[in-house]
Nanobody
Framework: VLLQASGGGLVQAGGSLRLSCAGS????????MGWFRQGPGKEREFVAA????????YYANSVKGRFTISRDNAKNTVYLQMASLKPEDTAVYYC?????????????????WGQGTLVTVSS
């Protein structure tokens, strides 16, 4: 599956932003989808994941209560709604796809990656 992330930009602290990740192909609904981010000088870290039919959702503690992951399989798209943004949320955000709902926080378990979209939160 090919993934295309979009929606990044510059936002002030406390603001909101919605990222989208569009997938190609008719098998999008067979994938677990995740969002990861990589800040300046940092390793790629897990943000959120959603299972094929949205029955399972998991968030990193750092974004829990502020970010919401969702998907629309009819549109082959997964979203990351981000609110109450902080400067430390500044990063390139990547969407990724994998098969089964297992080890969803590990970037190495994902098979497909989008190109990333930059989110900058100013203080």
């Amino acid at each position: 599956v090919l993934l295309q992330a979009s929606g990044g930009g510059l936002v002030q602290a406390g603001g909101s932003l919605r990222l989208s990740c569009a997938g190609s192909g008719r098998t999008f609904n067979s994938y677990t989808m995740g969002w990861f981010r990589q800040g300046p000088g940092k390793e790629r870290e897990f943000v959120a994941a959603v299972s094929r039919n949205s029955d399972n959702i998991y968030y990193a503690n750092s974004v829990k209560g502020r970010f919401t992951i969702s998907r629309d399989n009819a549109k082959n798209t997964v979203y990351l709604q981000m609110a109450s943004l902080k400067p430390e949320d500044t990063a390139v955000y990547y969407c990724a796809a994998k098969g089964i709902w297992m080890s969803v926080t590990g970037p190495g378990s994902y098979d497909y990656w989008g190109q990333g979209t930059l989110v900058t939160v100013s203080s």
